[in-house]
């Protein structure tokens, strides 16, 4: 089965970039997904969340891009502030089920 | 703002030991989840619970695996003989309506060391 270990593909840019972080998801039952921040130490939060009835979703710095054909769902930050470096997760989740299924994640590091 | 606080934050225990992990989810809420994280990996689904009984479970969520919601304010995570393997971050999540799928609260998790 998958066994990221320490190896988390990991995105660097620098303060002001605009920053894409890609994610792949399993299930083509899904209907509903979610992008969570996970700082060093802490649990998840939910930043944004898109429906599949979408295929573009945005928040306040942030714009969620869902691509169903291809299973593909993709997070972007505007103008990336130091402050955003945490993992980045995609989960999904299929109506009628309460369970979020998540990905493996994504570390985003911010240079001032 | 309301939280989810969980305690410990930390705990070791021996291979073996039995764990009581707590939770205080948010108070309006419903639905009561556990999740747990691997050091650098992904974050897994154990189990959920709503009305007083197990919604859904995950493979990992065996028979050493219980959880109770024992009042009206606290949701428990049990491991009845740890293992080696058990080592992870434990998280505890609630959500007010099954609907709010995206609304997941996460508490800031409880670290489990088994020696």
């Known amino acids: 089965g998958e066994n990221v270990g320490l190896h988390l593909p990991t995105l660097s840019v620098q303060e002001g970039d605009n920053s894409i972080i890609n994610c792949a998801y399993s299930n083509s039952a899904s209907d509903y997904f979610i992008w969570y921040k996970q700082e060093s130490g802490k649990g998840p939060q939910f930043i944004i969340d898109?429906?599949?009835?979408?295929d573009k979703r945005q928040g306040q710095r942030v714009t969620v891009l869902l691509n169903k054909t291809v299973k593909h769902l993709s997070l972007q930050i505007a103008a990336t502030q130091p402050g955003d470096s945490a993992v980045y997760f995609c989960?999904?989740?299929?109506?009628?089920?309460?369970?979020?299924?998540f990905g493996k994640g994504t570390m985003l590091l911010v240079s001032p | 703002e309301p939280e989810v606080t969980q305690t410990p934050s930390h705990q070791v225990t021996q291979m073996g030991q039995e764990v009581i992990l707590r939770c205080v989810p948010i108070s309006n809420h419903l639905y009561f989840y556990w999740y747990r994280q691997i050091l650098g990996q992904k974050v897994e689904f154990l189990v959920s619970?709503?009305?007083?009984?197990?919604?859904?479970k995950s493979e990992i969520f065996d028979d050493q695996f219980s959880v109770e919601r024992p009042d009206g304010s606290n949701f428990t995570l049990k491991i009845r003989s740890t293992k080696l393997e058990d080592s992870a971050m434990y998280f505890c999540a609630s959500r007010a309506r099954l609907a709010d799928t995206g609304e997941l609260f996460f508490g800031e998790g409880s670290r489990l060391t088994v020696l």
């Open positions: 898109i429906r599949s009835n979408m």
């Open positions: 989960a999904e989740n299929t109506s009628g089920y309460s369970t979020l299924t």
């Open positions: 619970f709503y009305n007083n009984e197990i919604s859904e």
